[in-house]
């Protein structure tokens, strides 16, 4: 099983980029997603998820209105659509899966499955 991000490069301020995380071995269909970011010299922090338990969304306050995440169940992909790219956007981002029908969307604990990470890069 495996989970492998893509789509990351460098953006712009106000441009967009499409991450997308592509799952091997396990649908994602029933599982939990989220996205995480880690800047440089911070803590990672969660950016945003999708709860299928009870299809709710979960979005950080520094992204809610910008960033959309959202699943494609036909290619076995997660995806996180980043509009009004800024600066301090930039880190690496980590797409990462939970056995958990709840898990914290704010919180590492609880997310089993990670992928690797991608660099997103936002300057002019």
């Known amino acids: 099983a495996q989970l492998v991000e893509s789509g990351g490069g460098l953006a712009q301020p106000g441009g967009s980029l499409t991450l997308s995380c592509a799952a091997t071995g396990y649908s994602l269909k029933w599982y939990a997603i989220a996205w995480f970011r880690q800047a440089p010299g911070k803590e990672r922090e969660g950016v945003a998820c999708?709860?299928?338990?009870?299809?709710?969304?979960y979005y950080a306050d520094s992204v809610r209105g910008r960033f959309t995440i959202y699943r494609d169940d036909d290619n076995n992909t997660m995806n996180l659509q980043m509009d009004s790219l800024a600066p301090e956007d930039t880190a690496a981002y980590f797409c990462?899966?939970?056995?958990?029908?709840?898990?914290?969307?704010?919180?590492?604990?609880?997310?089993?499955?990670w992928g690797q990470g991608i660099q997103v890069t936002v300057s002019s």
């Open positions: 990462a899966t939970s056995l958990l029908e709840q898990p914290q969307c704010s919180t590492l604990q609880g997310w089993n499955f």
């Open positions: 999708d709860i299928e338990y009870d299809r709710t969304t």
